[in-house]
């Protein structure tokens, strides 16, 4: 990890983002002024009975950014560092995400200051059930629809969707996205976020003339979205997987690991470290390998201004959310390294969360393969008008393009509602057109 990444406040980096792409877009500051702060947050505290009979008060927080384009939608995070910064951050990302991606969700994002590992499965159980009491009041299908993230899983949320249902005394499947299939789940939505990022790297292939038979990819982070990521690119895509790291190490095998083989190891052993015939490499010897993909997707901040002068990749998919900061942004682009952004590359989770939702509302559920081909019309159609952009202007990298892409649909939904008064741009004179 970076010695950096405590110092770096995810939140202000967001609003950095969106300040210089308001500028850009030319639109009113009342555009900026929206999009800086959450419309709310909620901080709770929430008690939990430990297996020991002793008592334990954690607290948690719920960020609810922006619905203009629809329900609160975003995952709730259980970890150790979670911070109120951090959940505002990732409730703005949400936000960003969904207006790149044409859903019709605004962005919301959860999370409990928790070492989830330290817990036993009734104690996790009562966290879970007490954090969705303790939310309750601002939650339901069409209001803010929670979803998993760091910490959580598809059990958690059949606790929190069986805790809000008895709070609403009926069962309300809509309200939490990323369950079990058995409880309303949509097929696909556990490979979602990897399948879409993998969507994503084929367009930037594509668009860039790499080859992904045999293309080597080092992944950061062996957790749902890594190690899914992994094994999608190896499998369907040919791709030779050099190295992956999770928090326990980093291995390394330049002939290629086999990732089925390695998620057994991960879950026999807890971590990917030790895996027959690979050598364990650090951390930042990962992201600096010789390499034509690199995944980050682990937490926020890992590539900064000290370690982005050392990357090799071609292509930096961001599985993770924040995992690039602004000076490393700067560092990539001007060494031609592609960044393809957490808003759009790791968008496929929300996408099929949007997905789960639509078939709980309506009764009607799909097949794994129509959940993936419609999956595959939103992330390459997202890709084209991101990538497109960014082709057209010469002053942004392609996080800036997807930032005035989202920005532009939510100051457009913004505008029609009557949120921004008479004008939305800064020059009344401007005739805004983004593509
Ligand atoms: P996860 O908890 O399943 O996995 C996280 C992985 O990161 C674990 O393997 C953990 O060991 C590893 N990790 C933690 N600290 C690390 C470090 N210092 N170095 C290397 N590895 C480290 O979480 P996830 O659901 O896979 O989420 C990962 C990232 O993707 C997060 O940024 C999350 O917000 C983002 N994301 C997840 C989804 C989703 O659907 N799960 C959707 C969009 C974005």
Redesign the pocket.
Known sequence: ?PSM?KEINSFEIVKGLIDTSVKKLNLNRAVYDILTEPQRVLTVTIPVQMDDGSLRVFTGYRSQHNNALGPYKG?I?F?HEVNMDEVKA?SAWMTL?CAVMNVPYGGGKGGVIVNHKELSPGELERLCRGYIRAIAPVLGSEIDVP???????GQAMAWMMDEFSRYRNHNEFGVIT?KPVMLGGSLG?LE???RGCVFTIREAAKATGLKLKDATVAV????????IAARLLQQEDGCRILAV????G?IYNPRGLDIKALEEH?SCTG??KEFPGARSVT?EE?LALSCDILVP????N?ITAENAGQIKAKIVAE?????TTPEADRILAARKVLVLP?VLA?????TV?YFEWVQNNSGYYWCEDEVNQRLERKMVEAFNEVFCLYQKRKDVDMRGAAYMVAISHLAEAMRVRGWLGSQVYADAKCDYKLA
């Open positions: 990890m990444s995952g995070r970890h990732l995400k979803a998993p993230d760091v910490g959580t899983n990323g939505r979602a976020t990897s950061q982070g062996f957790g749902n979205v890594g190690a790291g999770d928090s326990g980093a991960k971590s990917v951390g990962l997707a682990a937490l926020e890992q599985g993770a959310n924040g995992p957490d790791n968008a496929g989770g929300v969360s």
